[in-house]
C-alpha cells in the first residue's frame, strides 16, 4: 500500500495563504486520481479537492475559488495552494488517493490553523 507524506501546515490570520505539500512512495502515482482531505476536531473527515491522472480537477464548494490543487507527476507530489484562509478551514490536512476510505492506509497529515 502507498505511503504518503504530508507537509507544510502552519498557523496564519485569516486571508492568508498556505501550500501544501504531499510525496507519495507509491509506485504508478501518475495513473491514480489523488486528492487532499480533512478532518476538524470533532467532526468526520471530508474531501476537500481532488485531480485525476490526467490533471481535471474538482473541488468541494467551501473551497473553490481559494484553493488550487496541482499534481506533479515526475516527482510523484501533490499540492494543495491554499489562499483567502478562513476560521473554518482550520483542521488536519491529509493526501490520499480519491477515493479513499477509513480502512485505508493515512499518513500523519498536517496541521493547519487559521485563527487571529
Known amino acids: 500500500q502507498g505511503q504518503f507524506v504530508e507537509s507544510g501546515g502552519g498557523s496564519v490570520q485569516p486571508g492568508g495563504s498556505l501550500r501544501l505539500s504531499c510525496v507519495s512512495s507509491k509506485p504508478t502515482f501518475s495513473l491514480y486520481a489523488m486528492a487532499w482531505y480533512r478532518q476538524a476536531p470533532g467532526k468526520q473527515r471530508e474531501l476537500v479537492a481532488a485531480?485525476?491522472?490526467?490533471?481535471?480537477?474538482d473541488y468541494d464548494d467551501s473551497v473553490k475559488g481559494r484553493f488550487t490543487i496541482t499534481r506533479d507527476n515526475s516527482n510523484s507530489t501533490l499540492h494543495l495552494q491554499m489562499n483567502s484562509l478562513k476560521p473554518e478551514d482550520t483542521a488536519v490536512y491529509f493526501c490520499n488517493e480519491y477515493p479513499a476510505y477509513s480502512y485505508d492506509y493515512w499518513g500523519q497529515g498536517t496541521q493547519v490553523t487559521v485563527s487571529s
Open positions: 485531480i485525476g491522472g490526467g490533471g481535471t480537477t
